[in-house]
């Protein structure tokens, strides 16, 4: 049975890339006060406040986030609660908010997200990220993301043809579509030849193949059908919502050119909101890597297991395509502030949704689907979200 309760509202946020002299909790205030205060919806309206955010243990030395980062914005003595599922943070406190609204329990809620990853060295950062992969078996045997994603990749290469040239196409999409945002990372196009130019980080992942470290935030308010008119005339329903988990290290994986809970979570969402994939107009999908965008389309079941790539070859997924994928930019072009991600993508599918997205504006934009994983897939969350009057 489809949600009826959870009404997007509202939903901003700050630009994404290295943003100096800015600390984690103002980042976070600022795209809060833009889907609040900024889209006239008071804070006093707000009932609680759901936050995702990974590691900032690691990252600016701050545990206990939830009831600083609420305090700073404003919210004061809410009921905060902090989320962590690697690049999946964002999206795992958006389901707990929705949670919240379909149970009664509050009507209007927020939900959050912030990394600020740019404070520490690279080392650092990476460091960090790989507390998201299984220590025992792969991280202190010296298997890094791009390790990971680099084995998917040989492996779809291997079953069904994907070539260097196709994983390149996706991030000359990604950055022709980030160039057009304003809150993108990399505001500039790449040339295809640049894109394969063969500087490797894990063989067959180059450079443009990968996803860059970034600082951002992202803020949505979520409210019950009988306050949503109170705030907008166009809100934006979530229908559907599905979160699965799979083993956390690859040698327990029954493929590498899948992501089972990416599968599992979709197949949840989509049974809940009573759709399939031929009903969503278009798809934002976790690309930390330009194979896990082919790779998420297929587990979708936007294309075939295998055909991914030819869809992106023939400009399917593009922004003008009759499937657009990731059209304001992606994680791969507009940044990866990896626990703010999954909520960066629930305002990606709100503006496209009521028809606010500029130069990005995808042509036909009822329904679609977010699909925001963490760590190498472990966890997955995907929801579907449609116009209130489609």
């Known amino acids: 049975m489809p949600l009826r309760e959870t009404n997007i509202v509202s939903g901003a946020q700050t630009k994404f890339g290295k943003l100096e002299g800015l600390t984690l909790r103002e980042i976070f205030a600022e795209a809060v006060d833009k889907a609040t205060v900024g889209a006239g919806i008071p804070k006093e309206d707000i009932q609680a406040a759901f936050i995702g955010t990974f590691i900032p243990e690691m990252l600016v030395h701050q545990g206990h986030t939830a009831p600083l980062l609420a305090d700073y914005a404003g919210l004061r003595g809410l009921p905060a609660t902090r989320h962590e599922a690697a690049c999946a943070s964002g999206a795992t406190a958006l389901r707990a908010g929705i949670m919240a609204i379909e149970s009664g329990l509050y009507d209007t809620v927020l939900v959050a997200a912030a990394e600020k990853m740019t404070s520490v060295s690279t080392n650092r950062a990476t460091e960090a990220l790989a507390a998201a992969a299984d220590d025992e078996f792969e991280s202190s045997m010296g298997l ?173 997924t593009a922004l003008d395509g009759s499937k657009p994928i990731n059209p304001m930019g992606g994680l791969k072009a507009v940044g990866h502030p990896v626990g703010a991600t999954g909520v960066k993508q629930a305002v990606v599918l709100y503006r496209e949704l009521i028809g606010e997205a500029g130069a990005n504006q995808v042509p036909n934009h009822n329904t679609a689907i977010m699909h925001n994983f963490g760590g190498t897939g472990a966890t997955c969350v995907v929801n579907i979200m449609r116009r209130a009057d489609a």
């Open 144 to 316: 890094t993301f791009p390790g990971v994603f680099a084995i998917a990749a040989v492996a779809h290469m291997q079953e069904y043809g994907t070539t260097e040239e196709d994983m390149a196409l996706v991030a000359v999409k990604a950055h022709r579509n980030a160039a057009k945002n304003p809150l993108a990372q990399f505001q500039k196009e790449i040339s295809l030849e640049k894109a394969m130019t063969p500087r490797y980080i894990a063989w067959p992942l180059k450079l443009f193949d990968c996803s860059p470290i970034s600082d951002g935030a992202a803020a949505i308010v979520l409210t019950n059908n009988e306050r949503a008119k109170q705030y907008t005339d166009t809100p934006v329903k979530i229908v559907g919502t599905g979160q699965a988990s799979a083993s956390m290290n690859l040698c327990d994986r029954t493929s590498l050119t899948s992501f089972e809970a990416s599968v599992r979570a979709s197949r949840i969402a989509y049974d809940m909101a009573g759709l399939t994939p031929k009903d969503m107009d278009f798809a934002v999908v976790h690309d930390c890597f330009t194979i896990a965008e082919i790779i998420a389309s297929e587990d979708i079941g936007f294309f075939k297991p295998g055909e991914g790539a030819k869809a992106v070859r023939e400009g399917v």
